[in-house]
C-alpha cells in the first residue's frame, strides 16, 4: 500500500448540522431540496470550517470552496454506512454542474503546472450530515480502518492507480476519522499521468481492508472533458474521421479513445 499526502410551504423539514470545533454549521432544507442534496452534496465543503481532530472532521482546505454537483454514491448497509462523492471543479470559479453526468471543465494553466480545473472527492462514514440525509442513526465507522482507490484514465489509455490509507494522510492520534475530504489537481507531481488529455475518467473507491483485495464498500467514479467549448442541447463538436460532427457530452470520450478523435471542428 502507497500513503501519500495528499419552498413553496414547507411540510417537512430536515435539518443538516455538523459540529466542528465548536461551531454548530445548521442549514434547513424542505423535503425535495433534502433529497437533492443527498446525490448532489457532501458534508462539509466549506474552507472557513477548521479541522477538528476531537470529531474526526477534516474539511477541505483552501479558499473559497463550497459544496455542491458532486457525484454520490451512498451505501448503507447494516453495520456500515459511506458516502463517497467526486466532482470537478474550476479550481477559483466554483463546482461545474455536470451535463448527463459529464463535467466540462476549462483547459490551461490556472499556476505553472496546474491545471484550471481540480477534482475533490469527500468520504463520510458518519457525520451528522449523513445521520440527517438517510433520517436514521448509523453507527460510526474511523476511516482509518478502510483502504482508498484512486483510479485516472485518460483518452489515450494510459492509467493511473493510487492506494492509499486515510490514516496516512490525515494521521489523527486523537480519535477517529469520519470525514475526509480533498482537492487534487491532475498536474500534481505525485499523479503520473499526462496533464493534457481532453477526456480523463476518475474513479475513487473505498475498500474492507482485510489485508488482500478487499470487498468495495463504495464508488463514485465521474467522466472530465477539457474544453473550452460551450455544449449545445448537451452536445461537443467533434472532428470524426476528418468530418466535424455533433455528438452528445457522454459519447466524447468514448470518441476519442476508439477513434482518435478530437474535441471541437475539425480545421484545415
Not at 75 to 102: C, H, N, S, W, Y
Not at 179 to 204: C, H, M, R, T
Amino acid at each position: 500500500m502507497t500513503s501519500t499526502i495528499f419552498r413553496k410551504k414547507l411540510l417537512m423539514l430536515a435539518t443538516i448540522t455538523v459540529l466542528v470545533t465548536g461551531l454548530t454549521l445548521t442549514t434547513t432544507l424542505d423535503d425535495a431540496e433534502a433529497k437533492k442534496a443527498k446525490n448532489a452534496d457532501v458534508s462539509v465543503w466549506d474552507s472557513d470550517i477548521a479541522l477538528d481532530p476531537f470529531t474526526g472532521i477534516f474539511p477541505i482546505g483552501g479558499s473559497g470552496q463550497i459544496a455542491g454537483n458532486f457525484a454520490v454514491e451512498t451505501k448503507d448497509k447494516k453495520d456500515t454506512t459511506m458516502q463517497v462523492g467526486l466532482r470537478a471543479q474550476d479550481r477559483f470559479d466554483g463546482p461545474i454542474e455536470p451535463i448527463k453526468g459529464v463535467y466540462i471543465v476549462p483547459t490551461g494553466e490556472s499556476t505553472p503546472g496546474l491545471r484550471a480545473w481540480n477534482f475533490d472527492f469527500s468520504i463520510d462514514s458518519g457525520s451528522e450530515f449523513l445521520v440527517t440525509q438517510l433520517g436514521k442513526e448509523i453507527t460510526t465507522s474511523n476511516l482509518e480502518d478502510f483502504d482508498v482507490v484512486l483510479e485516472i484514465k485518460d483518452a489515450e489509455k494510459n492509467k493511473f492507480k493510487l492506494d492509499f490509507d486515510l490514516g496516512g494522510v490525515n494521521a489523527n492520534p486523537v480519535g477517529p476519522i469520519v470525514l475526509s475530504q480533498q482537492s487534487w489537481n491532475i498536474g500534481f507531481g505525485f499523479l503520473d499521468i499526462p496533464v493534457d488529455s481532453e477526456a480523463y475518467k476518475i474513479s475513487l473507491s473505498v475498500l474492507e481492508d482485510d489485508g488482500k483485495k478487499g470487498k468495495k464498500i463504495a464508488k463514485s467514479k465521474i467522466t472530465v472533458l477539457v474544453t473550452d467549448q460551450v455544449p449545445e442541447d448537451g452536445k461537443l463538436d467533434i472532428c470524426h474521421k476528418d468530418k466535424t460532427k455533433s455528438v452528445s457530452v457522454k459519447s466524447v470520450a468514448k470518441h476519442i479513445e476508439k477513434h482518435g478523435d478530437t474535441i471541437g471542428p475539425c480545421t484545415e
